[in-house]
């Protein structure tokens, strides 16, 4: 992709392509039926969201997650926000 699609996208969602592209290099290889590794993703990916995530609604994506009842995704925890 061109850069300047990423610009376009960067300024029209405030969410820094390098963050995004740094969660997904780590998202590689990460065992998701770790609590711990799940709580971590989740936390990025409220951070990059500016989107704050409470410890009740962190526990159901993390649970709902883990139990292998949810994908474990950007466009999946983002949804599970913003449903708050």
């Known amino acids: 992709m ?3 699609f990423f610009k376009n996208l960067e300024g029209k969602t405030g969410v820094n392509m390098n963050d995004i592209f740094s ?5 590689q290889g990460a ?3 770790d609590e711990k ?3 971590s993703v989740i936390q990025r990916v409220s951070k990059i ?3 704050p995530v409470n410890k009740q609604m962190e526990d159901k994506i ?3 997650i883990v139990n292998g009842n949810e994908k474990l995704d950007f466009n999946t925890i983002a949804k599970m926000i913003n449903k708050k």
């Open 37 to 39: 590794t799940v709580r």
């Open 31 to 33: 065992n998701f039926k």
């Open 49 to 51: 969201a500016n989107k």
């Open 2 to 4: 061109d850069s300047k």
């Open 23 to 27: 969660l997904a290099n780590s998202l």
């Open 62 to 64: 993390v649970n709902s």
